[in-house]
């Protein structure tokens, strides 16, 4: 018997999903995304200047900062005002890594580009809804560095999406809500770009190990997934 989802979605379906593009009034670049009842606001930031690291060597940088609001939870989460914990700054790394992926930032000149992912509701899938988010919101920053004329190709290579998958109950399903995150025997999230390649997939076994077949599985339908959020990202950015 198959697991039966308390959404009753289909196995290989996403979360309704929605991107609002230019959301924010003062940013380069915004986007608000909604993956069922987590809720991202995503805003690009164009600085005239580079880490200290890359000076005076005509490239530019992407990086992400990512930060979950007190009651974004069903409890008042603390505010990270001194430092980031170990788990905020891992998942901002990631969303980084992700965006800098599918950039020639030799194009950016030396500027660049920061984008802040602020999670106003988590329903679980947060990073994942970061990272897709983050790209729309990237990629009209970018817009308007070409039509100020700063840049004179487009950076970006590639969009950039991702999206949770698991198993329950031995049954592998797409887009995990909370309520199935947090008792999935299996947890993971892929990270491709529009191309189909693989930036990261982290996934583990809560308690029995997973096998090959479940794998490709669960690769099926994170690539179905994530297939439909760049149709989602594509709509947004041309709306």
Request: glycine share 8%; charged share 25%; net charge neutral.
């Amino acid at each position: 018997m198959s697991y039966t989802r308390i959404d009753t979605r289909a196995l290989d379906q996403l979360r309704e999903t929605k991107i609002t593009p230019n959301y924010s009034p003062y940013a380069e670049g915004s986007a608000l995304i909604e993956v069922g009842n987590t809720k991202v606001l995503c805003n690009a930031t164009v600085e005239e200047r580079v880490p200290p690291f890359l000076r005076n060597k005509g490239v530019g940088w992407v990086t992400a900062e990512y930060a979950m609001l007190p009651r974004a939870t069903n409890t008042r989460t603390n505010r990270e005002t001194l430092r980031p914990s170990g788990r905020t700054q891992e998942i901002q790394r990631l969303i980084g890594r992700s965006l800098r992926a599918v950039v020639d930032t030799k194009l950016l000149g030396e500027r660049q580009i920061i984008v802040d992912c602020d999670v106003l509701q988590a329903d679980g899938g947060t990073r994942c809804a970061s990272i897709t988010g983050a790209c729309v919101a990237m990629a009209l920053a970018v817009k308007n560095l070409l039509i100020a004329g700063k840049i004179k190709r487009n950076p970006i290579l590639s969009e950039v999406a991702a999206v949770s998958v698991g198993i329950i109950e031995g049954t592998a399903i797409l887009a995990l809500a909370y309520t199935e995150d947090s008792t999935a025997e299996v947890d993971m999230n892929i990270v491709c770009t529009g191309s189909g390649k693989f930036i990261e997939i982290q996934g583990t076994a809560e308690r029995e190990p997973f096998t090959r077949e479940q794998m490709n599985e669960m690769l099926t339908l994170a690539e179905k997934g994530i297939n439909q959020l760049f149709t989602l990202q594509r709509y947004a950015l041309n709306s």
